[in-house]
């Protein structure tokens, strides 16, 4: 079955997360689409899916145009997508699962399971797939379940796979057995689509691939006619962004390290990571995400325990302090989810400004609150960081989404703390905003701040940092001084192990 | 600021309406099939609820509307702090069994007795409001469970009490014997109403307060609004929680002092289950959506039907099973409204970040 996407636009608000995409997917081959976070790889499948309308375009299969609105009539042209976050009953028995929405009607309206059983058996068994169709789905291992969604999808004898991200929580053997799943697919004729944001993986065994940067898909091909090093430049982009003016100075003294940290992930143990941040100095880390950033960043400010190792902030050790005692010490955080973490949507302006500060006098007379001056320290947030809102009593979630990170980082930022951890400060954000927010960074470093950039942006980490992290599953792959940055080199840390990439290194 | 207004309008006055206009059709549908008259049935509402003579009727629902107020405050200061505390039953009953054994206990001047009494009732309720809160906090038993199942075990420890080592005897009853006479609260000159609604008026007030114009209740709210949020800014979260939950508890302790020495005088085996004051005080807080100033009002309103519908009973023939369908209509109204309010917020949330 050809699908072929042609022209394929959708827009969220004034953002433009798929641009103008056209795309084949023929049988037999399996067809990677890469690219960086938010570049529109899962939105661009979720329009061919029905998860999203598309604004502009067309999709048409073997040559008739067709069009769906919902993943039922996807399901009934004959495609089927596996999503990263798997769609399961726990409760229910793998067969259950399987056949859930499409059950083979017996006579009498019952449910004939024993045909189903038998159906399933074979089609599995055809491309080598061992499971108990009777175990309950939640004593399953997560690569186990993987292949439950896939049997659905198989079930239901689609001849398109879409496959998001497929390996993300795989153990390597996990991944190995399914990509001999995806080639017996391949060897069967069937058409399979995998997303993914990992090289090697496509290297190892996609047929085609596409690569896809802010929307746009840059190029298409079969993968005998590129090379890695040409996808990783497509993905990353051309040249290196301006770096912004910056002061030359002689960082100063540590004000945080950490030493062999450890925290628990998904999956996976992060660490050891070993760094350290000195005043006046930006630190970016980056790396594709899910390669334990959250992790660290959580473990630096308090909100998960770690499992083991040191930090140290202002001379201080604070590896087993509350979040409160660590910002006043010395930290602040912008936290990457400002919706649920950066801001209690719920409440005003002035109650997202004054929360967390550490100067209660300032907006209190003994247990009572001081509105007035709640007010007036929001109003000056306002107009120093130039957030766009009604005023200090309109509610939080009143603001666009570049404001809304315009206070969270304007709050955090007020407390000049000798330590700012920023976490994805721009994600999602509009390009004005990301000016404002990379400049008053900058800001805080010229004036002797260390600042600990997390962040999947690269464009952001080379513009910003003094010197830079790449993580690579759960660890630092490298270290990249600012002057020596090249995105082919932090592009190889961020895309497989630094043995690989770096042998030097190693 | 018209905008705001008009949006206050939207948002806390049509729904009450709508829910008014739903409930009269219902109620109006309820009584055409028992076949009462309708004038005389509603006239024996509203004087149920609001008349007698000597608005002795009026005084009842008032003295109704002290028990279902607290228990609502205490339950709103928990749910505003994002707390689901629904252990309200058992925190009102800790009160009331420890008011009325150390009143009948305790020597000494009987004022001293009584504000003793009132304290340890305080204590009480908010001790087992700890409970709670020290389950979900250290074992992870989630609140919602803990605080519910920990109704159980206080009911029986009380009925226990009052059943063997404490009970009048002679009266024949599963009760205490009578706390002394002048520790009883007073009445208001000339009628039959107890002074213990101004304690809960106190309550209010220092609710309201404590809510708009306090750090703590600041905080608290915060929490309610994103514990995440409340995290990451680093409040202290976990003394914010069993600060509310002890100030929640004790609130709820209060209000079984109040009924003991206001009303029963003494601790009467279910007297405080079987009224439904916790049950009632949380669909109060949750028809007003939590807001402090309406709560009162809400609570009134919930009074207020309880009573006119016995009123109802009596004057229009209203078969009680009917007064009580009528009840529970009224409810299961307040009910979707909230689910439909619940929907609503969380679609918004969904949207939230489309502008970004």
New interface residues.
């Given amino acids: 079955m050809h699908v072929a996407l042609s022209g394929i636009t959708v827009r969220f608000g004034a953002l433009t997360a798929v641009d103008d995409v056209s795309l084949a997917i023929a049988p037999g081959e399996i067809h990677a689409i890469v690219g960086e976070n938010g570049a529109g790889k899962s939105t661009l499948m979720n329009a061919l899916f029905g998860l999203v309308e598309p604004a502009a375009g067309t999709v048409s299969i073997d040559g008739t145009v067709r069009r769906w609105t919902s993943p039922q009539g996807a399901i009934a042209a004959g495609l089927g997508m596996v999503h990263q976050h798997f769609m399961l009953q726990e409760e229910m028995t793998v067969l259950e699962n399987i056949v859930l929405c499409s059950e083979p009607v017996g006579r009498f309206g019952f449910v004939d399971f024993a045909a189903a059983h038998r159906r399933l058996k074979e089609s599995a068994e055809g491309h080598g797939i061992v499971i108990g169709l009777d175990r309950v789905v939640g004593l399953l291992s997560v690569g186990e379940r993987q292949v439950v969604e896939i049997l659905k999808v198989l079930y239901r004898e689609a001849e398109v796979f879409i496959l998001d991200e497929p390996t993300s929580v795989l153990t390597p053997q996990e991944k190995d057995r399914l990509f001999a799943i995806l080639k017996s697919f391949r060897a069967a004729g069937k058409a399979i689509v995998l997303i993914t944001h990992k090289l090697d993986e496509v290297m190892e065994i996609a047929d085609r691939v596409s690569v896809m940067r802010g929307g746009r898909l840059i190029a298409s091909g079969r993968l005998a006619e590129t090379s890695k090093e040409e996808i990783a430049r497509g993905i990353i982009g051309g040249e290196l962004p301006a770096a912004r003016q910056r002061r030359a100075s002689e960082p100063g003294e540590v004000v945080l390290s950490v030493d062999k940290l450890v925290a628990a992930g998904r999956g996976m143990a992060v660490g050891p990571v070993t760094l350290s941040v000195r005043a006046g100095e930006i630190v970016g880390i980056a790396g594709v995400s899910g390669n334990g950033q959250a992790e660290l960043a959580q473990a630096l400010t308090g909100l998960k325990p770690s499992t083991s190792g040191a930090i140290t902030l202002c001379g201080i050790r604070i590896e087993a302090l509350d979040v409160e005692r660590r910002r006043l010490i010395g930290m602040s955080y912008t936290p990457e989810d400002r919706q649920r973490v950066g801001l209690a949507l719920g409440a005003t302006v002035a109650e997202n400004a004054n929360a967390g500060r550490d100067d209660r006098a300032a907006f209190s007379h003994g247990p009572f609150l001081n509105r007035p001056a709640m007010a007036r320290f929001a109003r000056s947030l306002i107009e120093r960081y130039r957030i766009r809102v009604g005023g200090p009593s309109a509610r939080a979630s009143t603001m666009s989404g570049g404001n809304k990170q315009k206070l969270v980082v304007g709050r955090e930022l007020a407390r000049a703390a000798p330590l700012v951890v920023a976490e994805n400060p721009t994600w999602g954000v509009d390009i004005g905003a990301i000016d404002f927010i990379h400049g008053e960074l900058m800001r805080m470093r010229d004036e002797g701040h260390a600042v600990l950039l997390i962040s999947t942006e690269l464009d952001e980490i080379l513009a910003l940092s003094d010197r830079i992290l790449v993580m690579y599953a759960g660890r630092i792959a490298g270290e990249v001084a600012r002057g020596e940055a090249s995105r082919e080199r932090i592009g190889g840390l961020m895309t497989s192990r630094a043995v690989d990439a770096l042998p030097e290194v190693a | 600021m018209n905008l705001a207004r008009l949006s206050l309008l939207r948002g806390e006055l049509l729904p009450w309406l709508g829910v008014t206009v739903s409930i009269a059709v219902v109620l109006f549908a309820l009584m055409a099939l028992a076949g009462a008259p309708f004038g005389q049935a509603l006239s024996g509402f509203v004087d149920g609820a609001f008349g007698g003579r000597r608005f002795s009727y009026l005084l009842t629902t008032l003295s109704r509307t002290a028990l279902i107020v607290g228990m609502a405050i205490s339950v709103m200061l928990s749910f505003r702090a994002g707390l689901f505390n629904i252990g309200g039953e058992g925190q009102l009953v800790a009160g009331g069994v420890v008011a009325a054994l150390v009143a009948i206990l305790l020597p000494g001047p009987p004022l001293l007795v009584l504000l003793v009494s009132i304290f340890a009732a305080m204590a009480a309720g908010a001790l087992w409001a700890l409970l709670a809160g020290v389950l979900q906090l250290y074992l992870g038993v989630p609140l919602l469970v803990g605080s519910l199942l920990l109704n159980y075990p206080i009911r029986y420890i009380g009925s226990y009490l009052v059943a063997h080592p404490f009970r009048d005897v002679g009266s024949g009853m599963v009760q205490s014997h009578l706390v002394p006479q002048a520790t009883w609260l007073p009445y208001f000159p000339g009628t039959r109403l107890d002074i213990g609604i101004l304690f809960i008026a106190v309550a209010s007030i220092f609710a309201i307060v404590y809510s708009h114009?306090?750090?703590?209740g600041?905080?608290a709210?915060?929490n309610g609004?994103?514990p995440?949020?409340?995290?990451?800014?680093?409040?202290?979260v976990k003394r914010l929680a069993l600060q509310t939950l002890a100030m929640s508890g004790a609130i709820a302790g209060l209000v079984g002092a109040i009924a003991v020495f206001g009303i029963h005088h003494r601790y009467i085996d279910g007297m405080l289950v079987q009224p439904l004051y916790a049950w009632t005080g949380i669909i109060a807080v949750l028809l007003v959506g939590m807001v402090p100033w309406l709560v009162p009002l809400s609570g009134f309103f919930f009074a207020a039907i309880q009573t006119g519908a016995a009123g109802m009973e009596r004057t229009a023939g209203v078969p009680k099973e009917i007064a009580l369908v009528m009840q529970a209509v009224i409810i299961l109204f307040v009910a979707s409204r909230v689910s439909g309010a619940l929907l609503a917020s969380s679609d918004?949330?969904a949207g939230?970040?489309?502008?970004?």
């Fill in positions: 114009a306090t750090v703590h600041y905080h709210r915060l609004l994103s995440d949020f409340a995290r990451a800014v680093g409040l202290p918004r949330k939230g970040d489309g502008d970004a």
